[in-house]
């Protein structure tokens, strides 16, 4: 009996609102993509995009290119559009594997190998032994144990179960909060290292901190911005002429609290831009 598989699937199973969670998170800005139909050989957009598509009801993914196991999917429905055709040429499908199913899906399996190690040391150390790795280097183990594969297969099951037929528009609704975190923890890690750099305003930015002083003035905003005034900052900021991709730049030399900072930005990156 393979144990260590059978604990693998229960971690799963345990972690699966997470797995849903982040799933719905991922999906947060897949109805902005282009629906693409394959002409000549190559993926060409049609003109609406994914979401456009989705909340007329109509189809997002073709027979040709789609994966068989996620055929038969409901039009405009999550499923659906994980099916869709992207612009390199395969499915959706295949960026949400390697982005977010694999990631988790190998730390599920690390979990369930610490979990392993702690409450039943000695089973553990002989499956070390017989895959040839060391017992502490838990992912070394996992990897030799080839969990992760079927592990894998009933993640994408639990997703597509539990979110399969859902509108696409509806998956993104209700991720975009934890996107919105998840992109902020990506700026910060982002930043982190050019903070210092950060801290004196390139020469090329002499006009967009122009303009950003005199509307951040004109916006009745308080100073230092706090985070319930991102919004009315962002307005601000729109309207006194500063371009979306500007942002990220110009706000460090602004009075702006740091926690205002990574709000805005998070709303960058949910838009695909930074």
Avoid: K, Y
Wanted: hydrophobic share 50%; proline share 8%; with cysteine.
């Amino acid at each position: 009996m393979d144990w260590m598989g059978l604990l693998a699937r229960e971690v799963l199973r345990e972690r699966a609102p997470a797995l849903i969670a982040e799933t719905c998170a991922w999906a947060v800005g897949l109805s902005d993509r282009p629906h693409l139909r394959r002409r000549g050989g190559l993926p060409q957009p049609t003109g609406p995009t994914l979401g456009e598509r989705a909340a007329g009801g109509l189809p997002l993914s073709g027979d040709d290119d789609g994966r068989l196991e996620l055929a038969d999917a409901v039009p405009g429905s999550f499923q659906d559009a994980l099916n869709a055709l992207a612009p390199e040429g395969g499915v959706h499908a295949e960026r949400f594997d390697e982005e977010l199913l694999a990631p988790f899906v190998q730390a599920t399996c690390v979990a369930a190998a610490e979990r392993a190690r702690s409450r039943r040391p000695v089973a553990w150390a002989e499956l070390a032994e017989d895959v040839g790795e060391d017992a502490d280097d838990l992912a070394a183990v996992v990897r030799a144990g080839e969990w992760e594969a079927p592990v894998r297969i009933v993640a994408e099951q639990l997703v597509l179960a539990a979110l399969g037929a859902t509108p696409l528009l509806e998956v993104e609704t209700e991720g975009l909060p934890l996107s919105l975190v998840r992109a902020a923890e990506a700026v910060t890690r982002a930043a982190a290292p050019d903070a210092a750099a950060a801290a004196v305003p390139d020469d090329s930015l002499a006009g967009a901190l122009f303009l950003a002083r005199a509307a951040l003035e004109e916006s009745g905003c308080a100073v230092p911005v706090p985070p319930g005034e991102a919004d009315l900052l962002m307005a601000a900021l729109a309207d006194g002429g500063l371009e979306a991709e500007e942002l990220p730049a110009v706000l460090p030399h602004l009075p702006v609290e740091q926690a205002t900072v990574d709000r805005v930005l998070a709303v960058l990156r949910a838009g695909g831009i930074g």
